[in-house]
């Protein structure tokens, strides 16, 4: 079964300083597709970025950048340099068709980031 | 751009009363899933449709109800409501069953916030 493991359920950082949210998935697929979601206080979830599993490039948005490694199962998000606006709660999530071929996502727990001013 | 629509955004109910949410997904997706978000916890897939067939089906309680209808809107149908029914109520769309990349990017509704006394 496909499992999304985010170890910190709360990190608080000062503005302009450096965040990496952690994010470790299990699956028994070759082929699946991880998303990270940010969830702000509004409640709306907002997606971010979507990754499929042949493509180990890492990206980077503006001060957003992954780093996707196959060798660890790991899919972590950084932001530098954060911003207040950036306190929310973030999701990782990964969809492989385990389930008969469907591609439901499985999220994790979120990581709730607050950032001080 | 034309974004998922979900109505009502609130909605407050008494114990063992009935729900009906509604979801309008983007104009030319034919594929709708609906997401139970309880306080603190993850989104949770409930059911998914896809050309107005059941295409999937997580943990809905068998209180509720869903249909896809031929304008490709949805609605959740849910009775017997209980204090445990509180939640944030998200549906999202995608294109062709959303299996395919990069169709399989679920887009996000505002959500219904749900209130049971």
């Known amino acids: 079964a496909q499992k999304v493991t985010q170890a910190q359920t709360e990190i608080s950082v000062v503005e302009k300083e450096d965040v990496t949210l952690d994010c470790v998935y299990e699956?028994?697929?070759?082929?699946?597709?991880l998303f990270w979601y940010k969830q702000p206080p509004s409640g709306e979830l907002v997606f971010l970025i979507r990754?499929?599993?042949?493509?180990?490039q890492n990206e980077i948005s503006g001060r957003y950048s992954w780093n996707f490694q196959k060798s660890t199962s790991s899919f972590n998000f950084t932001i530098t340099a954060s911003q207040v606006v950036d306190s929310a709660v973030y999701f990782c999530a990964l969809s492989d068709g385990a389930s008969g071929g469907s591609y439901i996502p499985t999220f994790g727990r979120g990581t709730s980031l607050i950032v001080h001013p | 751009a034309a974004g998922v629509i979900q109505s009502p955004r609130h909605l407050i109910k008494e114990k063992r009363e009935t729900a009906t949410l509604k979801c309008y997904p983007i104009?030319?997706?034919?594929?709708v899933y609906w997401y139970q978000q309880g306080p603190g916890q993850d989104p949770q897939f409930l059911i998914s449709?896809?050309?107005?067939?059941?295409?999937d089906k997580g943990s809905i309680p068998d209180r509720f109800s869903a249909q896809q209808f031929s304008d490709y809107h949805s609605e959740l149908n849910m009775s017997s409501l209980e204090l445990g029914d509180s939640a944030l109520y998200f549906c999202a769309s995608s294109f062709g069953g959303g299996a395919v990349e990069p169709y399989n990017e679920q887009f996000f509704g505002p959500g219904t916030r749900l209130t049971v006394l």
């Open positions: 990754r499929n599993s042949f493509d180990e």
């Open positions: 104009p030319r997706h034919d594929t």
């Open positions: 699956t028994r697929d070759t082929t699946y597709y």
């Open positions: 449709f896809y050309e107005k067939m059941q295409s």
